[in-house]
């Protein structure tokens, strides 16, 4: 895979010069420009394309946020901030990642391993079939979730929650049709408008419910009773 094309735009020299550092000592990262005037970036982003942006939030003629909003390609983004409860007003970020000032390079590396392998899923998952992995958007970054630890979807209104083998939740802003859409169908079957189980986490169908592997009974409705035979000649 070639580097990774990444441009840092923050109006503090020393906070410009750190990422700068950082990006160089990371491999499969190449730093192609970095600007101190948003202005400028905005120009050069509009006739280059690049694959990763470094930007600050907090800049004074326009913010990272409005910045990254009005670019007509946009490429993905780690955004960079200096106050801890930085309060994003529901902009669809879209995210990999963002960091807190001062950055430390552990936590750098945390996040542009995300952006790296982001970019590898999207660039293989039309030439190997379905990835073993599922990426969401959760509390303003990039999830990673390998697609075997699903036990269940479920669906609020405008949100899905993924329910993991270890227990744990990830909220997404999303509908449930998109997550499926990303899942591969032999595995993962709808019983219900607001269910989606993962086929091999189904212990037993009994009574119009699936009993999954964590004790938790699900319903099956009538829409999708098909799926009791499914199962049953899976």
């Known amino acids: 895979m070639e580097p990774l094309k990444c441009v840092a735009i923050d109006d503090e020299p ?13 491999e499969g990262l190449n730093l192609v420009h970095v600007f ?16 990763l942006l470094f930007l600050d939030v907090d800049m004074p003629d326009i913010t990272g946020l409005e910045l990254y909003g009005s670019l007509a390609i946009k490429p993905m983004v ?17 995210a990999i990642d963002y960091l807190l000032k001062p950055i430390e390079y552990a ?8 952006a790296l392998d982001y970019h590898l899923y999207k660039q293989q998952k039309d030439l190997e079939g379905p990835s073993e992995y599922l990426f969401v ?5 990039l999830i990673k979730i390998e697609i075997k630890e699903i036990v269940y979807l479920e ?10 083998s270890n227990g744990k939740m990830i909220l997404t802003l999303t509908t449930l049709k998109k997550v499926i859409d990303k899942l591969p169908a032999e595995k993962f079957k709808r019983i219900h408008r ?41």
């Open 14 to 26: 020393l906070a410009l010069a750190l990422i700068k550092t950082y990006i160089q000592a990371t």
């Open 137 to 141: 958007y959760s509390e303003y970054k």
């Open 155 to 164: 669906s609020l209104e405008d949100y899905v929650k993924i329910h993991l």
């Open 107 to 114: 936590r750098f590396k945390t996040a542009t391993k995300k």
């Open 78 to 94: 780690i955004f960079t901030t200096a106050y801890k409860n930085f309060a994003f007003d529901g902009f669809e970020l879209n």
């Open 194 to 234: 607001s269910y989606v189980v993962a086929v091999k986490q189904v212990q037993q169908v009994a009574s119009r419910k699936a009993q999954l592997s964590n004790g938790l009974a699900l319903p099956i409705s009538d829409t999708y009773a098909s799926f009791i035979n499914e199962w049953k000649n899976a």
């Open 36 to 51: 101190e005037d948003a202005v400028a970036a905005i120009e050069y982003l509009s006739k280059f394309q690049v694959d």
